[in-house]
Structure formats: C-alpha cells, structure tokens
C-alpha cells in the first residue's frame, strides 16, 4: 500500500493521479478535511500534519512506501524530518527534493539537502527526487501579468531553465515507490532549455496571443515582490535560486528522465497548448 502525502498540492495531486492510473492500492494524505473530501472516488484519505507524530503513525498504518512532499516553507525541514522519523526505518519513502541539492548551498536546494541526509541516514529504502523548475510555474506565475500587461518580468536575463513537468515527476515517483529505484538519486529535467524570450515566444504561438519578456534588475524584481506581499524569506530565497540558473546551471537537459521514462518527457509547447486559455483576458 502507498501513501501518496501533499495530495492537495501540485506535485502530490499528479503523483495521486498517476498512482490511480497504475491501478495501485493507495491512501492520500491530506491536512484538511475540506481538501480530503475533494480526494478522488476510490482513494482513501488520511488526515494528518507533518507537525504532529501521532497523526503521521495513524496515517502510515498499513503503508509500506510513501511519497515525501512539503510546501518550500523555511520548517520543511523540520516537518519532512518528522514524517522520516514517524515512518520508521522499514517503509520505503521517496523524497521530492530540488535541482540543486547536490551542489547549491543556498535557498531551497539547501534545505533539501539537509532532509535527504537525514534520509540516506535513516536506513529506510529510498529513491530522491531532484526536480529542475516546474513546467506548471509558467503557467502559475507569468500568467496572470501576461493577461493583464502581455508581459512577465525577472531578472533571469538570459539563462536558461530545463523546466519539467510535474506528470513526468509523477511517473518516476510511481515507478521509485514501488521499489525500481531504491537507494537512487535523480535530477529531473524537462526535454529542452528555454530562456525566458524563448518561453515568451512558445506562449505567443500556444496562446495567439502577444507575449513579451521583460528583463529587470534584481532589486526591482525584490522591490515588486515585497511589494506584492511576498515574505522576506521567500523573496531573497527565489532570487538566490534564480541565481542558480544565471550562474549557468540548470539549462541543460541530461537525457535521464527520458530514460527513466522511456519517452520524451512532456514538452513545454504541448503544457501551453492545454492552457493556452489561462494566458488569454477573459473578454467581456
Ligand atoms: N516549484 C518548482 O519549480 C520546484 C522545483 C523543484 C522542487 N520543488 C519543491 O517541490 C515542493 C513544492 O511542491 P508543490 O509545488 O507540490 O507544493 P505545494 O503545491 O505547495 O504542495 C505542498 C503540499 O505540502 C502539504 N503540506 C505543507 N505543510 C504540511 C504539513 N505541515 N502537514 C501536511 N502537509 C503539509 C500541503 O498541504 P496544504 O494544501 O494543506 O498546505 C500541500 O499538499 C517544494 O518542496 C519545492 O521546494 C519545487
């Protein structure tokens, strides 16, 4: 039986589909009842939260492997720590970390360097997962001005990212939970590179719509975050990740996630053509 936690997030909700179109027995984690009662027919919940061991030991009752997945808040940590520690050494958990994990003392990809090591520690089977930028970002944060202006911004000049889409992390997930990748560590990255002027101009043709990239100086794209409402934290750890990649890594696809999948992993062309609506204003 797998545990699949994060159902209700990006990440965990395709790893929960995809368990059910393996046809896998299954159980879902949830914090909310509100979101546990959106679970799919057929999937069984448990309601539980990282902060608190003892709904975690009644949440893995019966489970022999679990995906491991926390929102990138400064206590994941501490919490994805505590879900290894409530599991105990036998179940096998597979951890979505971070591109960057393995070589970027900074922002996010360094907190997940401490869960793995606590991981690799723990003697449990284990497979990790390190996933370059995430196709469904794109979506996520550049729509919204692209409807509003035609534009996003960043500082992210001209680098280049490998996004990947979190399907194609799902089936990987599926395959490492039921045990073809233990003691395994793998970086994700989607098929192809693309600079911030290539995203733009794949969303102008998915979208038909006009779509420009803006490139602004970092402390103006601080300055808008702050202003936006954005924590502290979270402001200077997303520009010491994006510094990741205008340090020129992460741009380059390594061929692993096709080989893992046995296809070409999900372009981002066919993401926008699904959503080409969300980046168009709603008329009217
Ligand atoms: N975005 C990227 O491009 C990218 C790339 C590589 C790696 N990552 C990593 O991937 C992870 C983010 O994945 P995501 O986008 O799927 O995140 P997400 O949508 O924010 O989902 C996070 C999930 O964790 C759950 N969660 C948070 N705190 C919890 C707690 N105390 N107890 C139980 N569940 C808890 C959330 O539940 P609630 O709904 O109840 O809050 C939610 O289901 C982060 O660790 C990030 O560093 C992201």
């Known amino acids: 039986m797998l545990l ?55 949440a893995f009752a019966g489970i022999d492997s679990l995906f491991l997945v926390c929102s990138p808040i400064p206590q ?48 449990n089977p284990y497979c990790i997962l390190r996933p370059n930028s995430f196709m469904q970002n794109v979506l996520a944060f550049y729509a919204p001005s692209i409807r509003a202006e035609g534009a996003f911004y960043s500082a992210l000049g001209e680098a280049k990212i490998c996004y990947v889409d979190v399907r194609d992390i799902a089936a990987v997930a599926v395959q490492a939970l039921r045990g073809l990748h233990d003691g395994e560590t793998y970086e994700l990255h989607g098929p192809e590179g693309l600079s911030c002027a290539e995203v733009a101009a794949k969303i102008e043709k998915n979208a038909g719509i006009p779509a420009r990239y ?52 999900r372009a981002l062309d066919a993401l926008l053509q699904e959503h080409a609506a969300e980046f168009r204003r709603a008329k009217g």
């Open 4 to 58: 699949v936690t994060g159902a209700s997030g990006t990440v965990g909700s395709a790893v929960l589909a995809e368990v059910i179109r393996a046809g896998v027995p299954h159980r879902a984690l949830f914090r909310s009842e509100q979101d546990a009662a959106k679970a799919p027919a057929g999937t069984e919940v448990a309601i539980a939260d990282f902060a608190d061991p003892l709904s975690l030991k009644r």
């Open 76 to 123: 994941l940590v501490e919490l994805e720590s505590n879900v290894i520690e409530a599991a105990g050494d036998r179940r096998r958990i597979v951890l979505n970390s971070a591109l960057g994990a393995g070589d970027y003392p900074k922002s996010f990809p360094s907190w997940h360097r401490r869960v793995e090591d606590r991981l690799r520690a723990a003697g």
């Open 214 to 265: 803006v490139d602004i100086p970092e402390e103006a794209q601080r300055q808008a975050m702050l202003a936006q409402g954005m924590p502290e934290w979270q402001v200077t750890a997303l520009l010491e990740l994006q510094e990741y990649y205008t340090g020129g890594k992460g741009g380059e696809p390594d061929g692993t996630l096709e080989r893992l999948l046995g296809r070409a992993p």
